[in-house]
T-cell receptor, first 118, second 116 residues
């Protein structure tokens, strides 16, 4: 079974400050890892993913995330937060080696609400 | 990039009626589509997985007779909420996987269902 933990329900950060949204995961094999952002009453927008290769992944809107296998973490970061970054952020995992139609399922964390204060 | 269109965005219906939500992949062929339900301030709950031309696989606890899923073509999947009741009110989101399987899922914009 695969699972994702986002330990913080809410993160508050001042505009211009760096932000971090935490995510840890559990899979039996090697993971595919994703970050998505959701604005109110909207679907999910893809931010970035880790499949293989460099542990530091750069994504949309200046976001990046670092895959840390030993700590089973994939924290989302941005050097300088914008008010427009305020939204709900979801970390998701997929076990790379599960076969069958269910192998493409993503397991989502519960989400972290990011509020950037002007 | 890959675009998934979901329609309608908002729907209000009377209790006992049925509502159909469409999910279309606009610029790619989606061999697998997923339907999620999201309650306020909560994460996405996977309802079912549908593969083109075959019956959907429902997650435990999801009533297949209540939530009918059809994936008749590589670009269209539909979710029909039958005999809707107020407790079915929710935000429903679809996602699709393309044939290339880049690892990423592409999400629709969601459909807000309110049952009166």
């Amino acid at each position: 079974a695969q699972s994702v933990a986002q330990p913080e329900d809410q993160v508050n950060v001042a505009e211009g400050n760096p932000l971090t949204v935490k995510c840890t995961y559990s899979v039996s094999g090697n993971p595919y890892l994703f970050w998505y952002v959701q604005y109110p009453n909207r679907g999910l927008q893809f931010l970035l993913k880790y499949i293989t290769g460099d542990n530091l992944v750069k994504g949309s809107y200046g976001f990046e995330a670092e895959f840390n296998k030993s700590q089973t973490s994939f924290h989302l970061k941005k050097p300088s937060a914008l008010v427009s970054d305020s939204a709900l952020y979801f970390c998701a995992v997929r076990d790379r080696f599960v076969s069958g139609a269910g192998s493409y399922q993503l397991t989502f964390g519960k989400g972290t609400k990011l509020s950037v204060i002007p | 990039g890959a675009v998934v269109s979901q329609h309608p965005s908002w729907v209000i219906c009377k209790s006992g009626t049925s509502v159909k939500i469409e999910c279309r992949s606009l610029d790619f062929q989606a061999t697998t589509m997923f339907w999620y339900r999201q309650f306020p301030k909560q994460s996405l709950m996977l309802m079912a997985t549908s593969n083109e031309g075959s019956k959907a696989t429902y997650e435990q606890g999801v009533e297949k007779d209540k939530f009918l899923i059809n994936h008749a073509s590589l670009t269209l999947s539909t979710l029909t909420v039958t005999s809707a009741h107020p407790e079915d009110s929710s935000f429903y989101i679809c996602s699709a996987r393309d044939r290339e399987d880049t690892g990423e899922l592409f999400f629709g914009e969601g459909s807000r269902l309110t049952v009166l």
